[in-house]
């Protein structure tokens, strides 16, 4: 039987080779950052060859047959170990990454990255102009690179399913159809319940909020609730995003409108979620593939969390609405922290995904999964796409976008990376970070007490125990069975839905 001791050095050359291969993906993430936020839009032809020149190098690497070679010979090794020792975690994961990325050529993944460049700005163009003309043959062409990378694995049941893998490991499109019609099935009358009712004043949210201000205050709210400045920073840019170079080093953007108080706030505090997983990751994971969040719906799980089930609680609010007050007199002065918390949490039928109330957030998303599944098993042509958007918001919301700007050009994703196995997180987010909750409160029944004294540190601290440590070591069925004790299930989600909202409306 093979021991560490017998097998440290491969043990080390793998780590060493991660490390390396790691480090290029930091620069090339640096980069994108970069475009994010401070690049010049002359910068654009030279960022792309960059950022696919570093895309190919990192493949490369990753892909080599002396690093497959490597972790099989370590395969006796991790048989040897608990399976949740660190080492057998490496070995797993390693290996697991390294079948998915040695199936694609580096050529295509540098033409992929190339092209996303090129797309995300031509995106940041057609987006303010409503001219999806101008983006559509960006698009076309993400579409069929999308397939081409779907069509790399050999078995499928449905084309996204390959997709669906990279960003939520052990995902198929089958399963997650089922459970969204689930879901929409326990929504939709919730919707239509409170949509009938008189709704709640919200003007106080769209006064002149000075740009300065907004951003001092979420600044200030970001670091109470644990956003470690040393090892971070928030910048603006189109659309926010949080991005990690190391443990050390974990950003987070945000947008600011002078005239939504909300929109700065929550995507910041979104971001924030993001940002403290990453950052209470056990630092001795640096450089390896368990540095890094678990799966994208984890991931979703901690921003939705501290924006939503935190963010926008009622105790939250009478903590932190007299400091809000304070920022901002002639706007909230004379605004009780009553109406204001009804503002934040008003139900409508909406357009836009990302200023979604948390009930109808999730057929935002269902209607974006469904069109990328048509999109990619060939029934809806991209040509077609604004078109079939406006036709799903009407039937599904009652309202139809008045331009592409507010409809499909709305959302970066499918102009920045691929289309197929994106969405999905989103709602997957939802339904986890409601069960980490419960469970959360079940075993630290003072939390919500804590959040109303503005101490945040013991959920912060249960959080970091129990998910953020242990990064990328469990897959993330695993984790939420061995964080909450029970598979992923809408229950805990449906119960905190009709509790909330069904005391804000009297349902």
Not at 227 to 254: A, E, L
Not at 330 to 344: E, K, M
Not at 450 to 478: M, P, R, V
Request: proline content about 5%.
């Amino acid at each position: 039987m093979q021991t560490i001791e017998k097998t440290e050095p491969k043990l080390l050359d793998l780590k060493n080779r991660l490390a390396e291969i790691n480090d290029i993906e930091a620069a090339a993430s640096l980069l994108y950052w970069d475009q994010a936020t401070y690049m010049p839009p002359g910068g654009a032809v030279a960022r792309g060859r960059q950022l696919a020149t570093l895309q190919q190098i990192s493949h490369t690497k990753f892909t080599e047959a002396a690093l497959g070679d490597l972790i099989e010979d370590l395969s006796l090794l991790e048989l040897s170990l608990p399976y949740h020792s660190e080492e057998a975690s490496l070995i797993r994961i390693a290996r697991r990454k390294y079948k998915q990325a040695v199936r694609i050529p580096a050529s295509f993944m540098a033409e992929f990255s190339r092209h996303r460049t090129d797309a995300y700005e031509a995106w940041t163009r057609a987006r303010p102009e409503n001219n999806f003309a101008l983006v559509r043959p960006y698009l076309e062409k993400t579409l069929d690179l999308s397939r081409q990378l779907a069509n790399f694995s050999p078995d499928y049941e449905h084309i996204a399913d390959p997709l669906i893998d990279f960003a939520d490991y052990g995902m198929k499109a089958s399963f997650l159809r089922s459970l969204f019609a689930q879901l929409r099935d326990e929504l939709v009358p919730i919707v239509e319940a409170i949509t009938s009712q008189p709704a709640p004043d919200d003007s106080c949210l769209t006064q002149f909020y000075p740009e300065a201000e907004q951003l001092n205050f979420t600044l200030k709210v970001i670091d109470q609730l644990g956003y470690d400045f040393k090892r971070g920073r928030q910048d603006q840019t189109h659309h926010p995003f949080m991005i990690n170079f190391s443990t050390g080093d974990v950003r987070i953007t945000t947008r600011v409108y002078q005239e939504d108080l909300s929109q700065a706030l929550f995507s910041s505090i979104h971001e924030m979620g993001h940002a403290l997983y990453e950052q209470g990751i056990n630092p001795e994971f640096e450089g390896t593939p368990l540095s890094g969040g678990t799966s994208a719906g984890v991931h979703e799980s901690q921003s939705r969390l501290w924006e939503n089930l935190v963010g926008r609680s009622l105790g939250f609010w009478q903590f932190f609405y007299p400091q809000l007050q304070a920022f901002f007199p002639p706007q909230l002065g004379n605004v009780s922290v009553d109406t204001f918390y009804r503002a934040i949490n008003k139900v409508k039928r909406s357009l836009i995904r990302t200023d979604a109330d948390e009930i109808t957030y999730n057929l935002h998303v269902m209607i974006r999964f469904d069109l990328e599944l048509q999109m990619l098993d060939g029934s809806l042509a991209v040509r077609d796409l604004p078109e079939a958007w406006r036709e799903r918001y009407r039937s599904d919301f009652g309202i139809i976008p008045e331009t592409d700007t507010d409809g499909v050009l709305q959302d970066v994703h499918w102009y920045s990376g691929q289309i197929g196995g994106m969405f999905q997180c989103y709602t997957l987010g939802n339904l986890m970070s409601a069960q980490f909750f419960a469970a959360a409160l079940a075993e630290r029944g003072e939390i919500l007490a804590k959040i109303k004294q503005g101490e945040f540190l013991t959920l912060h601290n249960w959080l970091k125990d129990k998910i953020y440590q242990h990064g990328s070591k469990y897959t993330a069925a695993e984790l939420i069975h061995n964080v909450t004790g029970a598979p992923l299930h809408i229950e805990p989600f449906i119960r905190y839905i009709r509790h909330k909202y069904g005391q804000l409306y009297s349902l």
